[in-house]
């Protein structure tokens, strides 16, 4: 296991260790603190956040639920494997999904939903240029979250949400490379101009080519 760094400690006594202990592990796993395959050992995981291992144990079977950890017969739980395969299913769900959610929101959208989804592009774009990863993941979110909300899809959403943890995996992934196109922010920016413009086959083409482009850095790292 990697040697872990001074932030991954809990200092303070929250109302719920367990909701700490599993944003600060899922927040390892997506950074990649944690390998693929890596085993989770409780009582050297409830060592390092300094918690107990029952808080640990939660913290692992939460994550598990959200497909960031498997447990194997013979290894226990381990950080659950990225390749490929799984990979391209997360991207097809949300090529359907979001594609679908951005074209109705482009035909609804009224000045309080554009102002609403340039204000969330303004602080994507704010946690872009400041090099802050785990803030960039959450405006991402923020983004597409005042898209689906405003298309009325709440259904599709909860969906994407339970895939939220290995969606930014894959996003750290895409966005350590140098090889993007276009950059994720510049990408959004497009879905945002055609909402802001009415258009919903822009809107869609827009959330389709941004990731397509990310589908395909995602595969030739995966597969390389």
């Known amino acids: 296991m990697n040697t872990p760094d001074a932030d991954l400690r809990i200092d303070h ?7 700490l202990a599993v944003d600060r592990l899922r927040q390892a796993i997506i950074a990649g603190r944690f390998e693929s395959g890596e085993r989770l050992v409780e009582r050297t995981l409830g060592e390092q956040l300094g918690v ?12 598990e639920a959200e497909g960031l950890v498997e447990t194997l017969p013979r290894s226990g739980p381990v950080v659950a494997r990225l390749d490929w395969p799984q990979a ?3 991207y097809d769900i949300r090529r359907l999904l979001e ?11 009224d000045d309080a ?7 969330a592009l303004g602080a994507l ?11 960039l993941y959450a405006a991402t979110t923020a983004f597409y979250e005042t898209i689906f909300r405003a298309a009325g899809h709440d259904v599709a959403w909860e969906i994407v949400q339970r ?11 895409t966005l350590a490379t140098t090889n993007r196109r276009i950059s994720g922010p510049a990408h959004m920016a497009g879905i945002c101009a055609a909402i802001c413009d009415n258009a919903p086959e822009a809107a869609a083409r827009a959330v389709r080519d941004h990731l397509g482009d990310a589908a395909e850095i995602a595969r030739s790292l995966l597969e390389g």
């Open 13 to 19: 006594s929250p109302t719920t260790l367990r909701e």
């Open 125 to 135: 774009q704010a946690a872009f240029d400041g090099a802050a990863p785990q803030r």
């Open 99 to 109: 594609a679908d959610a951005a074209a109705a929101c482009a035909r609804i959208a």
């Open 163 to 173: 895939l939220n943890g290995r969606i930014s995996r894959l996003r750290a992934l």
């Open 113 to 119: 939903v554009k102002q609403r989804l340039r204000a």
């Open 88 to 90: 391209r299913q997360i």
């Open 52 to 63: 107990s291992r029952s808080v640990v144990r939660e913290a692992i079977r939460y994550l």
